[in-house]
C-alpha cells in the first residue's frame, strides 16, 4: 500500500527536504519553499522494479544500447507549421518525439499562434488539442474567428493528465497541443493544479508518452510576475525547446524568441504583427521597425545588429537633457542599463562629451532588446547627437563595439549588415575600420566609412 508524507519543494529549482527553510540550498532563493505531499508506492516483489531486468539471463524485455552509425533518421524529416518564422526559430520545424514549450504575458498570442498552425499540419497530420482552461466551445469560437476548419483538429477539455495520456494512446495524432500545463493534475497525487509537484509529475508523464511513440507535443506555460515560467525549472530542463514569446501589450508586433532548442540554434527570432485575424508573419522586420522615424530630429540613429542568421536595423533613440535633480538620472529601455553607465564613462574620459550633470535616457524602438556588443557605437552616436542637439543624417547607419580605451573593435557578419543596411536604402555606414578594410570594394551603393575610436565616429556625424 502507497505511504504518503509531507515534504517542502522549492518552487523556483525543485529541491526537496523534509521541513520548511527559508533559503534554497541549492539555488539559494528565498522564501520559495512549498509544501507537498509526496506518495512512496509499496515495493514490488521480487524488489525490481516492472519492467526492468537485473540480468539478461531472467528473461525480462530490457533496452538495448545501439551504435550511434546504427540509428537511421533518414525518414524522418521535420514538420512545417506553414509559418517560416516559427519554423527558423524551432531550428527547420517540428520534430518527431520532441517536447516543446511555448511561454509568454497573459494575452500575448500563445494559443493563438498555435491553433493558427493547426490549419497547415492538418493538411497532413491529425491534431490533438488539449485544454484545461477552455471549453470546446470556446476554442470552437476561437478557431473560426481565426479561419481554422481543418478536420483533422480533435478537441479535448480536460484537466487529468492520466486521461490525455490515455487518450493520446488511443487516438495517435500526429501532435499534441496542451494549453496549458499549469492546469494539468494527476489526481492521485494531493497538491493543487500548478504547484511545483504537480507540474514536474505531469510534464515527465507526457515527456514519456512523446519520447514513447514519437508523437511531437506543445506545452503552453505560464508566467509569473518575474517573466520567468511559472513552476520548477526542472520543467525547462525536461523539455527540448523552449520558446518565449515577447512585446508589449500596447504593440501590434511580436517577437518569438527560442532560449533552448535541442534541434537548432537559440539565436534565431521570429516576428509578428497580432490583429484582429491573429498573427502574421513580418517578412521584413527591418522595414517595419524604421517606419515613422523622425525626419531631422537630433538623439536618434540606425543599429545593424544580427538575431541568429537574420540582419536586422534598429532605431535607437537617446535623449540627453539637463538635470534639477543632485544626481542625474538614467533609464535605459531595449538597452542593458550596466553597458549605458560604462559607455557614458567612456564617452566622458575618452571623447570629451560631458554627462554628468544630465537626465540621459535610452530607447529601442518596436520593443526590440539589444544585447550584443555591436549596438555600442549606435547607442553612443544618438546619445552624441542629443547632446549636441544634431540630427544625424537619415541614411546613415552604424555598428561597432566600443572598448574602455574608446576604440571601436570589429564585430562579425560586417558584410550581411552592410548588404542589409543598401538593401533599405541607406547610403552611409559607420562602421570599424578593420570591418571597413575587410570589405573595400564588395558593397556597392553604400559609402563605408571606417573609425578606429569613438571621437572619429563622432566626426564622422
Sequence with gaps: MAKTKSIYVCASCGYETGKWLGKCPSCSEWNTFEEAVKQEEAPRAGGSPQGRSVSAASGSVYSKPRRLSEIDTTNDPRYLTGMKELDRVLGGGI??????????DPGIG???????ICQHIGKELSILYVSGEESARQIKLRAERLGVSTESLMVLSENDCLTVVEVIRDTNPGLVIIDSIQTMVINELSSSPGSVVQVRECTNALMRAAKGMEIPIFLVGHVNKDGAIAGPKVLEHIVDAVLYFEGERNL????????????????????????ADGL??????????????????????????????RP???????????TSFGTPRRMATGFDYNRMALLLAVLEKRAGFFFSGMDTYINVIGGLKLDEPA????????LISSLRDTPVSQGVVAFG????????????????????????GLTRCILPRTNAEALKGRCAGIELIGVRNVREAAEAL
Design 110 to 116: 500563445k494559443s493563438t499562434l498555435l491553433l493558427q
Design 280 to 309: 502574421h508573419e513580418v517578412e521584413n522586420p527591418s522595414l517595419m521597425l524604421l517606419s515613422g522615424r523622425p525626419i531631422n530630429v537630433s538623439g536618434t540613429c540606425v543599429a545593424s545588429i544580427m538575431e541568429g542568421t
Design 401 to 424: 563595439e566600443i572598448g574602455l580605451a574608446g576604440e571601436i573593435r570589429a564585430v562579425n557578419h560586417a558584410e550581411t549588415r552592410v548588404r542589409e543596411a543598401a538593401r533599405l
Design 95 to 104: 520534430v518527431k518525439g520532441s517536447l516543446m514549450l511555448l511561454g509568454g
Design 375 to 382: 549596438a555600442d557605437l549606435p547607442v553612443a552616436l544618438s
Design 312 to 322: 536586422l536595423l534598429a532605431e535607437v533613440q537617446g535623449l540627453a537633457a539637463t
Design 252 to 275: 501590434s508586433y511580436r517577437i518569438l524568441r527560442a532560449v533552448k532548442n535541442r534541434y537548432g540554434s537559440t539565436n534565431e527570432i521570429g516576428v509578428f504583427d497580432m490583429d
